[in-house]
Structures are given as structure tokens and as C-alpha cells.
């Protein structure tokens, strides 16, 4: 069953998708929200990776043991399981953060009054106006990544909604069903020497095909059309 949506709103997953389209034209895939928080740059990962261990510890081969594991409680402390210098690690890194700039843009705009947002109270149905003080609080990011904020006057929480805006300029022709198994045969070149996420295919897909507007549900059915990878990709100039 879909969720109600009040009429003149959106939901905050699409309002910070039309921003994250205005910020990131070509880039903006929206999966972003399903990146994981706490990756770390490429720059980042080397600049840290190769740092000598820390000086103490009175045990014998302690300075060995901590030069050994080095990168893993660097990982773990951030959060972020993985290879950071893999570009699927990479690619997720950079999603996290087009996600967080368009996230940080819609909180400006709403303090601002730019954007107006509404909180809905599931219990008496009414909609109660945003205001621009909730968005100086230091939750207010993770109140937009979640979509609910605090009823006023009350110790519940509802969830929250944006004033309908305007859409950014996008491809205004539909991807016709006539092209889709162009759209297949090119994705399935693609992954034959490279591994990619479904997020990346997407991506793949949209840029390779920039004069449509290539549907969710149509990235389904040419998905399913695509076997999922498994293990890393064969190089194309093996010798046999």
C-alpha cells in the first residue's frame, strides 16, 4: 500500500532528489541515500594507510603487532568495512557525499524560507508548519535523513513533508521500449570487463543514454535482463 502524501507536498526523499539533480546533473543517480556514512577519500586512505604505529606499549613486537594492523581499526573506526582504495569503495564514498551536499542544501533552503516543510501528526491528521529554528538544531541533518521531526507541543514525532517546488530541467522524452534492448546489450558489455553495483549501473545507463528519462522501473526490467556478477571480472587480454 503507498504512504499518503498530502496534496501540495513531497516527500523529503524527493525533494532531496530534485536538489541533488540541480547540484549533480550528470552524476546524481538517486541511490545515494542507500551509501553508507563514514567512507574516506582516496586521498584520505592514502595519506593515513602507510603511518608509522604509535610509540609505547612495553611488549616485545608490540610496534610489529600495530604496524600489521594498521588499516583495519582505521576502517572499523570509521565505519566503513571495505577496501578504500577499490572503486566500487570509491564510487560509494562519492555518493555518500552528493548525498550529504544536497541533504546540507535542503536544510539551508528551509531554514532560509526558500522551502517551506510541513510536519504531519499521524494521529489527528494535521499538518503542522516547519519552523526555521528547527533547522538550526544539531539533529536537524539527521531529521532530513529520516524524514520526521518532533510535533509541536506534543512528545511524538510525525513525519515531515516539503512544499511541492519545481522540478529541474531533466530529459523530457521517456526511454521508448523499442531502445531498451540496446540499453541491455550495452550494460551487458560493460560488466563483462568491469564490476559494477546496481547504484553504478544506473548510473551507466543514464549517462550513456542522456537524451531519456530512463524510469525506476524500467532499470528493473533491464536489471533482471542482466545477470548479477559474481567474483571479479575476467581480463579481456588474458592469455589462454
Same mark, same amino acid.
Given at each position: 500500500? #503507498?504512504?499518503? =502524501? *498530502?496534496?501540495?507536498?513531497? $516527500?523529503?526523499?524527493?525533494?532531496?532528489?530534485?536538489? &541533488?539533480?540541480?547540484?549533480?546533473?550528470?552524476?546524481?543517480?538517486?541511490?545515494?541515500?542507500?551509501?553508507? %556514512?563514514?567512507?574516506?577519500?582516496?586521498?584520505?586512505? @592514502?595519506?593515513?594507510?602507510?603511518?608509522? *604505529?604509535?610509540?609505547? &606499549?612495553?611488549?616485545?613486537? !608490540? &610496534?610489529?603487532?600495530? /604496524?600489521?594492523?594498521?588499516?583495519?581499526?582505521?576502517?572499523?573506526?570509521? $565505519? @566503513?568495512?571495505?577496501?578504500?582504495? #577499490?572503486? !566500487?569503495?570509491?564510487?560509494?564514498?562519492?555518493?555518500?557525499?552528493?548525498?550529504?551536499? !544536497?541533504?546540507?542544501?535542503?536544510?539551508?533552503?528551509? +531554514?532560509?524560507?526558500?522551502?517551506?516543510?510541513?510536519?504531519?501528526?499521524?494521529?489527528?491528521?494535521?499538518?503542522?508548519?516547519?519552523?526555521? #529554528?528547527?533547522?538550526?538544531?544539531?539533529?536537524?541533518? %539527521?531529521?532530513? +535523513? +529520516?524524514?520526521?521531526? *518532533?510535533?509541536?507541543?506534543?512528545?511524538?514525532?510525525?513525519?515531515?513533508?516539503?512544499?511541492?517546488?519545481?522540478?529541474?530541467?531533466?530529459? !523530457?522524452?521517456?526511454?521508448?521500449?523499442?531502445?531498451?534492448?540496446?540499453?541491455?546489450?550495452?550494460?551487458?558489455?560493460? =560488466?563483462?570487463?568491469?564490476?559494477?553495483?546496481?547504484?553504478?549501473?544506473?548510473?551507466?545507463?543514464?549517462?550513456?543514454?542522456?537524451?531519456?528519462?530512463?524510469?525506476? /522501473?524500467?532499470?528493473?526490467?533491464?536489471?533482471?535482463?542482466?545477470?548479477?556478477?559474481?567474483?571479479?571480472?575476467?581480463? #579481456?587480454?588474458?592469455?589462454?
Amino acid at each position: 500500500m #503507498s504512504e499518503f =502524501i *498530502p496534496s501540495g507536498y513531497i $516527500s523529503i526523499r524527493e525533494a532531496l532528489n530534485r536538489l &541533488g539533480r540541480r547540484l549533480f546533473p550528470s552524476d546524481w543517480t538517486g541511490e545515494e541515500h542507500r551509501a553508507r %556514512r563514514g567512507l574516506i577519500s582516496k586521498n584520505e586512505w @592514502s595519506r593515513i594507510k602507510d603511518l608509522p *604505529p604509535a610509540r609505547g &606499549g612495553n611488549a616485545p613486537g !608490540a &610496534g610489529r603487532a600495530m /604496524r600489521g594492523t594498521l588499516a583495519r581499526p582505521v576502517a572499523t573506526r570509521a $565505519s @566503513s568495512p571495505g577496501d578504500p582504495s #577499490s572503486a !566500487a569503495y570509491q564510487a560509494e564514498y562519492r555518493a555518500n557525499e552528493r548525498y550529504r551536499a !544536497a541533504r546540507d542544501r535542503l536544510r539551508t533552503l528551509l +531554514e532560509g524560507g526558500d522551502l517551506e516543510a510541513a510536519i504531519l501528526d499521524p494521529f489527528s491528521g494535521r499538518l503542522h508548519r516547519a519552523s526555521a #529554528s528547527l533547522w538550526r538544531r544539531h539533529n536537524a541533518g %539527521r531529521m532530513i +535523513e +529520516e524524514g520526521q521531526a *518532533p510535533i509541536p507541543d506534543s512528545p511524538n514525532t510525525g513525519r515531515l513533508w516539503v512544499k511541492q517546488f519545481d522540478q529541474p530541467n531533466v530529459p !523530457a522524452k521517456p526511454m521508448p521500449r523499442a531502445r531498451m534492448p540496446e540499453v541491455i546489450e550495452a550494460l551487458k558489455k560493460r =560488466i563483462v570487463t568491469e564490476n559494477l553495483t546496481r547504484p553504478q549501473q544506473a548510473d551507466f545507463v543514464r549517462k550513456s543514454f542522456p537524451n531519456y528519462r530512463v524510469t525506476e /522501473r524500467q532499470l528493473d526490467e533491464i536489471f533482471r535482463a542482466v545477470p548479477v556478477q559474481i567474483g571479479r571480472p575476467k581480463k #579481456s587480454d588474458k592469455k589462454v
